[in-house]
C-alpha cells in the first residue's frame, strides 16, 4: 500500500504542527471568525465547540464521490458543531443541535485504525476545524500504530491560509465547499458575509498544496483537490459565479468538481422562501452544461434519482457506528 503523505512526518513536524494550532486555540483563530475565546480553557466562541473532542459518528461511507468511496467505502468521522452553521444545514443535527458524545484522543485514535482495517480508502474528517488540536493529536497518535490510508479534508471551504498551511503534508486530499458565488446569501444563511473572498483564497491555497486529484489504477483518490458545490434553489447558491472564479483560475481539467442536486429544505429553511424548496432538475441541468461545457469533469448528480438517502440520520447512525469498533 503507498502510504499517506503523514506517514512521513517526524517527531519534530508533528509537534511544530500541534504546538502551533494549541496556541492558535488559545486565542481562538481556527477559523475565520477569529472569536479569540481560549479553547484550551474550556472557552466557547461561534462554534459553540468545547475543548476537547465532540463526535456524532464514525463509519464507512458508500454515497461520497467515487473516487471516494471505492468499494471499501470512504471512513467518515462526523465532528459535532460547526463554524458556518447554514440555515439549511443538510447535517443541522451535529452543527446545530449538538448531536454526539465526548471523545478521548487515543479513542479516536483507535477509531480511524478500524476504519482502516475494516478496508476503508480514506479517512474522511468531516468538518473538523474547530477541533484541529485534538485531531492532530489523535492522527499523530494513529499514524504511531499504523494508520496509513489518505485523510481527506471535507469542510465548508471557509478556512484560513495559516490552518491550510498547517495541514501541509497531513491531508492528501482537500475536499472543500464552495457554497455561494455572492456574498448576500452567504451573509443571509451561513452569517458569513466574507465568504466568497475567504473561500475562494482558501481554495487556490488548497490546490497548490496538492494539485490536481489523483487516482490509482483501480480509480481510488491518493491526493488532489476535488471541490464540492451544492446547488441551492432560486440561484440561491449563486452557481454561475461559482464557474466564474473557476474558469478564471484554474486548467478545468485540474479540477475535479462535485456538482450536487441533493439539497433538501432542512432545519432552518423554511424561515427563507427562496430556499424552502427543492432545486428544479432543470435548473441544476442548466448549470450542470455550464460547468460541462466550461471542461469541468467531475462527479454530476441526476436530480430525478436523488433519494432522501443523501439524508443522514445522526440519531439513529451514532448508535450503530459509535459504539461498534
Ligand atoms: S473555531 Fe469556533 S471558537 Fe474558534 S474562531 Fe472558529 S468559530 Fe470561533
Given amino acids: 500500500m503507498r502510504l499517506a503523505s503523514y506517514a512521513f512526518l517526524t517527531e519534530a513536524d508533528w509537534t511544530r504542527r500541534i504546538d502551533e494550532l494549541d496556541r492558535i486555540a488559545a486565542r481562538c483563530e481556527l477559523c475565520p ?3 479569540g475565546v481560549n479553547r484550551l480553557a474550556g472557552e466557547r466562541g461561534f462554534c459553540g465547540a468545547p475543548g476537547g473532542l465532540v463526535l456524532s459518528s464514525i463509519f464507512p461511507h458508500h454515497g461520497e464521490e467515487p473516487p471516494l468511496s471505492g468499494t471499501g467505502g470512504s471512513g467518515t468521522v462526523f465532528f459535532t458543531h460547526c463554524t458556518l452553521k447554514c440555515v439549511f444545514c443538510q447535517n443541522y443535527q451535529i452543527s446545530h443541535e449538538q448531536e454526539g458524545r465526548t471523545f478521548s484522543e487515543e479513542e479516536l485514535a483507535g477509531k480511524m485504525l ?6 476503508c480508502h480514506n479517512v ?3 468538518t473538523a476545524t474547530h477541533f484541529l488540536p485534538w485531531v492532530l493529536r489523535s492522527l499523530r497518535l494513529a ?10 479534508y471535507n469542510c465548508g471551504g471557509y478556512e484560513l491560509g495559516e490552518t491550510i498551511d498547517l495541514l501541509k503534508d497531513v491531508v492528501d486530499i482537500w475536499l472543500p465547499d464552495m457554497k455561494y458565488g455572492r456574498n448576500e446569501p452567504a451573509r443571509l444563511y451561513s452569517k458569513a458575509p466574507d ?3 475567504i473561500n475562494q483564497a482558501a481554495i487556490r491555497r488548497m490546490f497548490r498544496q496538492v494539485g490536481p486529484l489523483r487516482c490509482d489504477p483501480a480509480g481510488i483518490a491518493r491526493r488532489g483537490l476535488c471541490i464540492r458545490h451544492l446547488v441551492l ?4 447558491s449563486a452557481s454561475r459565479d461559482v464557474l466564474a472564479f473557476l474558469q478564471q483560475t484554474f486548467d478545468p481539467q485540474d479540477v475535479f468538481i462535485s456538482l450536487m442536486a441533493q439539497y433538501r429544505p432542512l432545519h432552518g429553511a423554511d424561515r427563507h422562501a427562496l430556499i424552502d424548496t427543492r432545486v428544479d432538475a432543470r435548473e441544476y441541468e442548466t448549470i450542470k452544461r ?6 469541468f469533469e467531475g462527479f454530476y448528480q441526476d436530480p430525478e434519482k436523488l433519494d432522501a438517502a443523501f439524508v443522514i440520520d445522526f440519531k439513529t447512525r451514532k448508535e450503530e457506528s459509535l459504539n461498534g469498533s
Fill in 290 to 295: 455550464g460547468f460541462i461545457a466550461a471542461g
Fill in 143 to 152: 499514524a504511531e500504530s499504523g494508520l496509513a490510508i489518505p485523510v481527506v
Fill in 124 to 126: 474522511n474528517l468531516v
Fill in 114 to 119: 478500524g476504519l482502516q482495517a475494516k478496508g
Fill in 195 to 197: 465568504y466568497v473572498e
Fill in 233 to 236: 434553489p432560486n440561484d440561491q
Fill in 33 to 35: 471568525r477569529r472569536c
